[in-house]
């Protein structure tokens, strides 16, 4: 069965700091792979996503994330973090197989951030 | 103003009592979902449609049941609703991109309370 894991629950980081939110899934066949972030009370929206082409993408508010295909990963990066940041962070794998055409997320990454 | 609603935002029940949480989207889009998120276990997906009259089971259907009879509309069905069925619920559509799915679009959640 298809799986996305975060491998950190909980980041607490200083304001200037350099992010990095790991992500990996399992899954062989194509993939599309995203990262969405949900502020506190509020519902989850895009940072950014990948279907094909430079394994970097860039998305909102300064995020980067890199695929690489041979560690089934697709890690978040932020070179400086700000207050503002501070929110949970969602990986998602679309797995695409035949007739299935499920979204799998990981259980979340919450990241704090202190002034 | 493109969005997803869902209602009610918030609903406190019985065990055993029937109820509907509503879900509209207004972008045309052909795939909705419906995911609950549960404190350390993230977004899991209940059910998915990628059309009209088309749907499927995602991670977690136990419980629950939905219908797609018009594109805009996709309501998730609760026929006897249990305490662990207590969660917040999010509703979210996307357009279906020729390699899967495109970005998703939530709604504001629906906070359940069973009783």
């Known amino acids: 069965a298809q799986s996305v894991s975060q491998h950190n629950h909980h980041v607490i980081l200083s304001e200037a700091a350099s992010l990095e939110l790991g992500c990996n899934y399992s899954y062989g066949g194509t993939v599309n792979l995203f990262w969405y972030v949900q502020y506190p009370g509020q519902h989850l929206q895009l940072l950014l996503k990948y279907f094909s082409g430079d394994p970097l993408v860039k998305g909102i508010k300064g995020f980067e994330a890199e695929f690489i295909k041979s560690k089934f990963s697709f890690n978040l990066r932020k070179p400086s973090v700000q207050w503002s940041d501070t929110a949970e962070y969602f990986c998602?794998?679309?797995?695409?197989?035949?007739?299935?055409?499920?979204?799998?997320f990981g259980t979340g990454t919450l990241l704090a951030v202190q002034p | 103003e493109a969005q997803v609603t869902q209602n009610p935002r918030y609903l406190i029940t019985v065990t055993g009592k029937k109820l509907t949480v509503t879900c509209s989207q207004n972008m045309n889009h052909e795939y909705m979902s419906w995911y609950r998120q549960d404190p350390g276990l993230g977004l899991r997906q209940i059910y998915y449609?990628?059309?009209?009259?088309?749907?499927d089971k995602g991670d977690v259907p136990e419980g629950y049941k939905v219908s797609r009879k018009e594109k805009r509309n996709f309501p998730l069905i609760l026929e006897s609703p249990s305490p662990n069925q207590t969660s917040l619920y999010f509703c979210?559509?996307?357009?279906?991109?020729?390699?899967?799915?495109?970005?998703?679009?939530f709604g504001p959640g629906t906070r359940l309370l069973v009783l």
């Open positions: 998602a794998v679309n797995a695409v197989s035949g007739a299935t055409n499920k979204l799998i």
């Open positions: 979210a559509s996307s357009l279906i991109h020729h390699r899967g799915q495109e970005t998703q679009y």
């Open positions: 449609s990628m059309n009209v009259e088309v749907t």
